[in-house]
């Protein structure tokens, strides 16, 4: 596949304004991208891991990424979203798929300046160049009520809702937050909460609800072999 931007993504050149130097004079600012001035094209997972690391919640990048794309505004790099092969039995959620048929999308971020509205467009036009590509039958992804998240973006556009999986065990530190292993073990170099408690920190096991799984069919004459039906779309719970 190229790696130039693609057709289905509008490029529209950003516009910069003005504004006052110190010394009287003028600077260019750029001003916030619009949705439509964002470029999206596949992009190596060497190119978007530094960033999938450091802005990302998890903080971790995919070992085994299928495929990648970057999110620009111009030359900047200002999202991505990575797909993988997902959980090892992921392909089961369609009838007669293979694993190769059937891909997660593992980790989705745009910068906090762009308007929410971008990440419709963007994941709308990742959908309709998969869809073009024809390899997968099926996305996965997950929204972890842990961090907050119901799948907002994946209602928006229009995926399928499967309920929520196997409630994870996360590990507290002591602080009543409950943390995914993963990041608990970035940060301390492991999550065994007997081996934590051992060095001193107060660590419990903390069971969490199970994440919320949604799907999205990109070939429509696969739809009837979804094996579970669509549920009504979780909400998010306001105080």
Same mark, same amino acid.
């Given at each position: 596949?190229r790696t130039g931007p693609d057709?289905?993504?509008?490029? #529209?050149?950003?516009?910069?304004?003005? +504004?006052p130097r110190a010394d009287g004079?003028?600077?260019?600012?750029?001003?916030?991208?619009?949705?439509?001035?964002? %470029?999206?094209?596949?992009?190596?997972?060497?190119?978007?891991?530094?960033?999938?690391? !450091?802005?990302?919640?998890?903080?971790?990048?995919?070992?085994?990424?299928?495929?990648?794309?970057?999110?620009?505004? =111009?030359?900047?790099?200002?999202?991505?979203?990575?797909?993988?092969?997902?959980?090892?039995?992921?392909?089961?959620?369609?009838?007669?798929?293979?694993?190769?048929?059937?891909?997660?999308?593992?980790?989705?971020?745009?910068?906090? !300046?762009?308007?929410?509205?971008? !990440? +419709?467009?963007?994941?709308?036009?990742?959908?309709?160049?998969?869809?073009?590509?024809?390899?997968?039958?099926?996305?996965? +992804?997950?929204?972890?009520?842990?961090?907050?998240?119901?799948?907002? %973006?994946?209602?928006?556009?229009?995926?399928?809702?499967?309920?929520? =999986?196997?409630?994870? +065990?996360?590990?507290?530190?002591?602080d009543g937050r409950a943390l995914?292993?993963?990041?608990?073990?970035?940060?301390?170099?492991?999550?065994?909460?007997?081996?934590?408690?051992?060095?001193?920190?107060?660590?419990?096991?903390?069971?969490?609800?199970?994440?919320?799984?949604?799907?999205? #069919?990109?070939?429509?004459?696969?739809?009837?072999?979804?094996?579970?039906?669509?549920?009504?779309?979780?909400?998010? !719970?306001?105080?």
């Open positions: 596949m057709p289905v993504a509008s490029v #529209v050149q950003s516009r910069t304004a003005r +504004s004079g003028a600077s260019p600012t750029p001003t916030l991208p619009t949705p439509k001035a964002l %470029i999206v094209r596949p992009a190596p997972p060497g190119v978007v891991r530094p960033l999938i690391v !450091e802005h990302h919640y998890l903080h971790s990048m995919p070992c085994a990424a299928w495929r990648c794309f970057g999110v620009f505004a =111009g030359a900047d790099l200002v999202g991505a979203m990575v797909f993988t092969a997902g959980a090892r039995q992921g392909h089961r959620a369609l009838v007669g798929a293979s694993p190769q048929q059937v891909a997660t999308l593992a980790r989705l971020w745009l910068r906090d !300046e762009i308007p929410k509205n971008a !990440e +419709s467009r963007v994941i709308g036009v990742v959908l309709r160049l998969l869809r073009r590509d024809g390899r997968w039958k099926l996305l996965l +992804s997950y929204a972890d009520p842990a961090a907050g998240h119901v799948g907002t %973006i994946y209602q928006a556009t229009g995926w399928l809702y499967l309920g929520q =999986g196997v409630p994870p +065990s996360y590990v507290d530190l002591g995914h292993p993963r990041t608990v073990y970035d940060r301390l170099g492991s999550n065994a909460v007997g081996h934590l408690r051992r060095t001193g920190i107060p660590a419990r096991r903390a069971v969490v609800s199970g994440k919320h799984r949604y799907a999205y #069919v990109l070939d429509p004459a696969w739809r009837w072999r979804l094996r579970d039906r669509p549920r009504p779309y979780p909400r998010l !719970e306001t105080p």
